[in-house]
Every structure is written in structure tokens, then in C-alpha cells.
């Protein structure tokens, strides 16, 4: 088995190769976003809890912004209820 495996640096660039790729039965893993943004790649299922790897995203505005609107703007475009459904079509969990 280790003959047929074949590591990258991250999981866009696995999900890429494995889209490109023609074996037959090919798979990857890595998380889900990027998963379903990969085009010719099929998300089969997450993993276990026990095995998944989460990546949590946090935005603040530091105490003395120089541009404390578009700071602002720009997280409630990252993270506001506008893009909430593209965000979770994407494989984005919310808590």
C-alpha cells in the first residue's frame, strides 16, 4: 500500500491532483471545505470525530483600527448571515 500513496503539501493541492487524477478508486482526505470546492472531487463523508481535523476562524477588531467600517465590513462579509448559505454549502459547520 505505501507504494500507492502520495503526500502534498496541503489538502487544496490533494484535492487538485486528485482531480486530475484517472486511477481508478483513487481517494483523499482532507477537510471537507476543501472538499466541496474542488471541482471533479465528490465529498463521500466526514470522518469519525474521534479522526477530524476542524480549523476555527475567529475575526475581531483590534482596539484602534485605522479603518474600523471596512475592518467591520469585512467581517460581517466573511462571517454575516448574507453569506451564511454559501459558507455551509462550502462545508463550513457553525456552532
Known amino acids: 500500500l505505501a507504494a500507492r500513496l502520495r503526500t502534498f503539501p496541503n489538502g487544496a493541492t490533494s484535492?487538485?491532483?486528485?482531480a486530475l487524477d484517472d486511477a481508478p478508486g483513487a481517494i483523499g482526505c482532507t477537510q471537507i471545505t476543501e472538499i466541496m470546492y474542488t471541482p471533479g472531487i465528490e465529498l463521500v463523508g466526514p470522518l469519525p470525530d474521534a479522526f477530524e481535523?476542524?480549523?476555527v476562524y475567529t475575526a475581531a477588531l483590534g482596539a484602534?483600527?485605522?479603518q474600523p467600517a471596512l475592518a467591520q465590513a469585512l467581517i460581517d462579509l466573511?462571517?454575516?448571515e448574507a453569506t451564511r448559505t454559501l459558507?455551509?454549502?462550502g462545508g463550513f459547520e457553525f456552532d
Open 87 to 89: 459558507r455551509a454549502e
Open 64 to 66: 484602534h483600527p485605522a
Open 15 to 18: 484535492m487538485r491532483e486528485l
Open 53 to 55: 481535523l476542524a480549523t
Open 78 to 80: 466573511l462571517a454575516g
